[in-house]
């Protein structure tokens, strides 16, 4: 039997208490009726699974996660959810319309969850607990050991399909608009002097003589 004392069961303390923030984060950014609590619940949940992932020795998915995430994908967000003008009115609607819909969508994710990250496969008697790894143990360079050698193609498949997903956006967005003024970066670099500049020549003014 695990004393309370040990180190296992104090990570296993830890691991409850960032859990249930995770959850509950999780929960109010789909209940909340205001957009940018539901995105600063959004980064309480990123913080809570960095913090899982620094327990299970992942440091650099723990970094990357508060960087990327937290320091630009929730920034943007709520740049965007403050600077649009939402109309909270139907979007209440919407909600009550489809919660039994959801509410039925959540239990079944929920069934499939348990059935197969259960404890009969992921529970502590199957796994036991890791040993820890010493002082000068990398998790990054451990990482991109395995990312560019076992699973280099994959990760190149990866890229290109992130690649391809790019150039699509942008050729999506870029729609031809008669009315709207476009530059032609060409065209300003072809030009010339005489076809901006005109010199005018003008014959000095005299000034009108005084008469005493």
Do not use: C
């Amino acid at each position: 039997m695990l004393s309370l004392r040990g180190p296992f069961m104090t990570q296993q303390v830890v691991f409850y208490i960032f859990a249930a923030i995770m959850v509950f984060a999780g929960t109010m950014v789909i209940s909340v009726r205001n957009p940018v609590h539901a995105a600063l619940f959004l980064v309480l949940a990123f913080f809570s699974s960095a913090a899982v992932w620094l327990l299970l020795e992942a440091e650099f998915l723990a970094i990357a996660l508060v960087l990327v995430y937290v320091g630009a994908v929730m920034v943007l967000f709520l740049f965007v959810v403050m600077m649009l003008d939402i109309n909270m009115a139907p979007l209440r609607e919407g909600f009550i319309r489809y919660l039994p819909v959801g509410i039925v969508i959540a239990v079944l994710v929920a069934v499939q969850l348990v059935l197969v990250v259960g404890s009969s496969y992921f529970g502590l008697e199957s796994f036991p607990a890791p040993e820890p790894r010493p002082a000068e143990y990398s998790n990054t360079e451990a990482l991109g050991n395995v990312l560019y050698t076992t699973y280099v193609y994959p990760f190149e498949i990866a890229a290109v399909i992130l690649l391809v997903a790019i150039v699509a956006a942008i050729v999506l967005t870029m729609r031809r608009r008669p009315h709207v003024k476009r530059q032609r970066p060409d065209r300003q670099v072809a030009v010339r002097r005489s076809d901006r500049v005109r010199l005018v020549g003008m014959a000095p003014e005299k000034k009108p003589s005084v008469r005493r």
